[in-house]
């Protein structure tokens, strides 16, 4: 479920502010027509765009699973503060997940994986 996408400018980055670190960022729209652009692998979704712009980073920092980390700079998932309830046990909650896209997900809450706070 793609979630993001209507309301902001987004896209992925190979290189943040020149820091080598592959992610997403998600700016804050100017304009309505701005809403659910795709930006360019550049990472600015028109000329109007700068990192000097409201946005967030976020890094494909990958999901930690027992030792081992798995798709670090391929994926990234981050977890949100609601519990995912299926047959009313609460072992998975609901994550922020990009990949191709950006999407909501729920995994076990035994993976480890960033957390993002945003104040609004």
């Known amino acids: ?13 190979d290189s943040y502010n020149g820091s080598n ?18 930006v360019s692998p550049s990472g600015t979704p028109s000329s109007l765009y700068s990192l ?8 494909l920092a990958g999901i930690r699973e027992g030792n081992g980390l798995i798709g670090d ?12 309830f299926e047959d009313y046990a609460p072992s998975d909650a609901w ?3 990009l990949f191709s896209d950006l999407y909501l997900t729920n995994y076990g809450r035994y993976y480890g994986m960033p957390v993002r706070a945003v104040f609004k």
């Open 52 to 59: 000097s712009d409201a946005h967030i980073f976020l890094p």
């Open 95 to 97: 994550a922020f997940r």
């Open 73 to 84: 700079r391929i994926n990234g998932s981050y977890w949100s503060s609601s519990l995912f």
């Open 1 to 13: 479920m793609s979630f993001v996408t209507s309301a902001t400018g987004w896209g992925q980055t």
């Open 21 to 38: 670190v592959r992610g997403y960022i998600v700016y804050k729209v100017k304009s309505e027509s701005d809403k659910g652009v795709k």
